[in-house]
């Protein structure tokens, strides 16, 4: 039951096959079961969870209409405020905090009838690649437990591989969404900027965070976008028009007379040999299912990189100064007579961990009088350049193609002392963000000299994210009629597991 | 090559408001030495002739309709408080005593 898709889940819910409680319960066991290996969640909310779907059931029963994906469980990435609920985005400086408030993704999962199973670890504020920043210990990838499920969101990336869970919520602020979604064999899906309310979403780089969907197929991914997606007036950054129509286009998977993009600067030198092979392969399917295949160049997504490690750490010293141990949260050092400012400067340094605070002092430095200039207002005319060359690119193809990353997954701890060489993980997802278009990771098989799974990334304009679905659904269904069952299928088996 | 002292660390995360042991302080000024050069490389086209970009939408005030609706009751706001006092956050002393 826990190895279906999240549609097939809701097709045996609807049918009555089975119950959302029997199901929900299934998916706990799993959680019981593996998640002492996979360390995919922070916290379970068993009774919540259960409670939910009973509710759901009885309103079933009573011959209430219900959403596509009522009933089907969900893993929710610990940066999303649920009331009542542990939310601690992987920081210690957060451990224990309950919000008094629901985020409005959350808000729509409930109002969709989705049972939230839990919350997924993270790298501490969403600052990383491996999900080895987080203060709880790291997550490992189902595929081989001795390396990194991807960051930020490898937890909730984990839980979808070890079926732990039919779908997830992650958040991208650089490829958080993506290069997890690649490591494990899993979609990712960064929906254009603003087409997902940011409230409840505890804020890293607020002009790149973008809450969406993480699932097992592209279908199940745009079910998951439309049930979230949607104008709020309480996210002044969300956009106000109709959600681009996703589940359609997945429904569709057409790309016959489709121009695809390869994006020139997104290949070669520096990416692993069986990721390279796994991309030209799907090209070449691609272009057998009718899409006409361009090379485009963006000669500036070389500054990519650079740009962003200014501009996210300068956007996190600003957000991060909200904990301040004065209304919620750690407080440390409050004795008789301690000051407001010394009591800050110890809860800071005992609740943050060591990139975060890497990154605050960076960003602290580039907004400094006398260099902003020189960093942060450099930083931003790069992000210019940037959307100029997507902008160029996407007047030759409707929509543009690269690997979602460099290499496979690699051994936790490889990169763990080395920031550079952990950034570099992000070079090819952090343009999408910049331009705050969409971008989407599918699998696109596994490396040959290594057996691990590689992403394919699709990136579409401002609000045509549909077109990301039409191709990616294109893709999945050539792969899949290629290697006659879905890629997870091939995954070891975990200790344990049903 | 830009480089920041152990001194210039200091100071940042004073601004920062991060205690900082005297370790964390010269591993922190050696790391960035390597990443400010990283970084540093957006300079090489960034133009006086190039538009600053701060955000990917061209928003600017943005309103919603001005009716009241319910906001948090003050023992929910107060929930997550480290210590309080008379519905209120408690908090240390913020300017010394006379």
């Known amino acids: ?41 922070l916290y379970v909310d ?40 542990p939310t601690t985005c992987g920081s210690k400086i957060l451990e224990g905090w309950r919000p008094p408030y629901d985020s409005t993704v959350v808000t729509n999962l409930k109002k969709n009838d989705i049972i939230i199973l839990g919350k997924t670890n993270m790298d501490e504020f969403a600052m990383g690649s491996s999900t080895e920043n987080s ?8 595929w081989d437990l001795t390396r990194i499920p991807g960051g930020s969101g490898g937890g ?18 650089g490829g958080s969404i993506r290069q997890p979604a690649a490591v494990t064999g899993t979609v990712g899906v960064k929906p254009t900027y603003g087409g997902v309310s940011r409230y409840g979403l505890v804020a890293f780089s607020s002009s790149l965070d973008q809450a969406g969907p993480c699932a097992r197929n592209v279908l199940d991914a745009a079910l998951l976008h439309e049930a979230i997606a949607g104008h709020d ?34 290949n070669g030198d520096g990416y692993q040999k069986g990721v390279r092979t796994r991309f030209e392969e799907s090209l070449e399917l691609l272009a057998a299912a ?23 750490p300068s956007e996190c010293s600003s957000n991060l100064a909200r904990f301040d141990a004065m209304r919620y949260g750690l407080r440390v050092g409050d004795n008789d007579g301690a000051s407001a400012e010394s009591v800050m400067n110890l809860t800071r340094e005992v609740g943050f961990g060591r990139e975060v605070k890497r990154r ?79 971008g989407m990771s599918l699998p696109s098989g596994v490396a040959e ?22 191709v990616g659904a294109a893709l999945e269904a050539a792969l899949l009629s290629k290697w006659g069952a879905p890629l997870l299928s091939t995954i070891p088996a975990l200790a344990g597991s049903k | 090559m830009t480089s920041l002292s152990r001194d210039d660390v200091a100071k940042l995360a004073g601004l920062a408001r991060i205690e900082m042991s005297d370790e964390e302080l010269v591993a922190l000024s050696n790391e960035f030495t390597v990443i400010l050069d990283a970084v540093a490389r957006v300079q090489e086209v960034a133009g006086a002739d190039v538009a600053a970009t701060s955000h990917p939408l061209p928003l600017r005030n943005v309103f919603r309709p001005d009716v009241v609706i319910p906001s948090l009751s003050p023992a929910d706001a107060l929930s997550g408080a480290p210590a309080q006092e008379e519905q209120r956050f408690r908090v240390p002393q913020i300017l010394g005593e006379e």
């Open chain 1, 449 to 470: 000299e290594d057996g691990l799974p590689v992403g394919f990334q699709i990136m579409s304009p401002v609000m045509k994210d549909d077109r990301m679905y039409s």
């Open chain 1, 135 to 142: 203060a709880y210990g790291p997550t490992h990838n189902p």
């Open chain 1, 233 to 266: 007036p309480k996210d002044s950054t969300s956009i106000n028009a109709p959600v681009p129509a996703v589940v359609a286009a997945a429904k569709s998977g057409n790309v016959k007379g489709m121009k695809i993009g390869v994006v020139k600067e997104l």
């Open chain 1, 360 to 438: 605050i002092i960076l960003g602290t430095y580039a907004l400094s009088s006398g260099y902003y200039d020189a960093y942060y207002g450099s930083a931003q005319k790069v992000r210019t350049l940037i959307t100029q060359d997507f902008n160029k690119a996407f007047e030759k193809a409707d929509v543009l193609v690269s690997p979602t990353c460099p290499t496979t997954a690699f051994k936790i701890g490889e990169k763990a002392n080395d920031p550079l060489a952990m950034y570099l993980n992000d070079i090819a997802t952090i343009p999408v963000n910049m331009a705050g278009i969409g």
């Open chain 1, 290 to 312: 009718g899409a006409e295949i361009v090379e485009v160049s963006a000669p500036n997504f070389e500054y990519a990189l650079a740009a962003y490690y200014l501009i996210a």
């Open chain 1, 46 to 85: 068993t009774e919540g969870a259960l409670a939910l779907a009973a509710a759901v059931d009885a309103k079933r029963k009573s011959g209430e209409k219900l959403s596509p994906l009522a009933g089907v469980p969900l893993a929710l990435k610990d940066v999303m405020t649920q009331k009542g609920i």
């Open chain 1, 1 to 41: 039951m826990i190895r279906n898709s999240a549609s097939e889940m809701a097709s045996k819910l609807a049918s009555g096959e089975i119950t959302s409680v029997a199901l929900t319960q299934a998916h706990l066991d799993q959680i019981s079961a593996v998640d002492k290996d996979v360390h995919a969640f």
């Open chain 1, 156 to 173: 909730s990336a984990a839980s979808l591989a070890a079926f732990e869970a039919p779908l997830a919520i992650g958040t991208d602020t």
